[in-house]
């Protein structure tokens, strides 16, 4: 990820639930250029669903991300996380919105 002063940011994904087209569940991480995971930044478990409410497709997706503890929520809080977050939903919404 590339911040608005050309900040670079790295993560690390690592997928280990696929269920096709219903969840996706990882550990998401942040890292390096190079993939080693940063020990001092938490590390989330991310489950996403997607739900088919009678329209044949996709209609709504619910993120769920766990911290290990209050305090590393805290961190990445003061991190602009959930900016970061919702900046990625909308641009989700206006990329749908062009198909």
Do not use: C
């Not at 995971?37 to 329209?55: A, C, I």
Request: glycine share 8%; net charge negative; aromatic share 10%.
């Amino acid at each position: 990820m590339t911040g608005p002063n050309g900040e670079q940011a790295w993560g690390k994904a690592i997928y280990d639930e696929i269920v096709a087209p219903e969840r996706l569940a990882y550990t998401d991480s942040f890292a390096d250029a190079d993939g080693n995971v940063n020990p001092d930044l938490p590390t989330m478990r991310v489950t996403v669903n997607f739900f088919d409410e009678g329209k044949g497709r996709t209609t709504k997706i619910v993120s769920h991300t766990l911290y290990a503890s209050a305090a590393e929520l805290q961190k990445v809080l003061d991190m602009g996380m959930a900016e970061g977050v919702r900046e990625t939903w909308d641009y989700l919404d206006e990329m749908l919105s062009k198909v």
